[in-house]
C-alpha cells in the first residue's frame, strides 16, 4: 500500500476553504492519511507555499506548518487541531512567522498552491527544539521511507 494523504474539506488542485485561510477563521483543515509503511517509526507532516510573494515571479517558499514525530499509527488530524490534542509525542516546528502552530493561506497577490506533505521516516526524531522546515529536512534526509502530497489552492 502506498502511503497517501487526503483531506475531506478539499481535493487535490483544488480551491481551499476560506475556513482555513487567514481570510476564515485560519484553522488547519482536517487531513487523512493511509498505508504508512510497516517499518515507520514516525511521521513528518510539513505544509508550504513556494509561490510567495508572487506566483508569477516566486522568491521563496513560504513554511505555514511543521510537525514531527506524529506516530504511525496516528491517521490525521481534525480540523483546528490544537497543540494540546496532536497525537502523543508529536512535536511542532516553527513556521515563517516564526510560531510554533499552523498559519493558514494569506497569499498577497495571485493564485498560490499549497503543499501538504507527509513523510514516513524509520526514525523517532530528537527533541529538536522547534525547528525550522529546513532544519527538520536535514534531520530527516536519510530516513525517508515513503512520501505523500495533497495540493491546495487559494487566492484572495
Known sequence: MTLSLTSSAFEMNAEIPKRYTCDGEDISPPLHWSGVPKAARSLVLI?????APDPADPKTTWVHWVLYNLPPSSTGLDAGVEKRDLPAGTREGV???QQACYGGPCP??????????LYALDIDLP??????KQQLEQRMADHILGQAELIGLYQR
Do not use: A, S
Open 47 to 51: 505544509v508550504d507555499d513556494p509561490d
Open 127 to 132: 527533541d529538536l527544539q522547534k525547528p525550522t
Open 108 to 117: 498577497p497577490v495571485g493564485r498560490h498552491r499549497y503543499f501538504h506533505k
Open 95 to 97: 513556521n515563517d512567522w
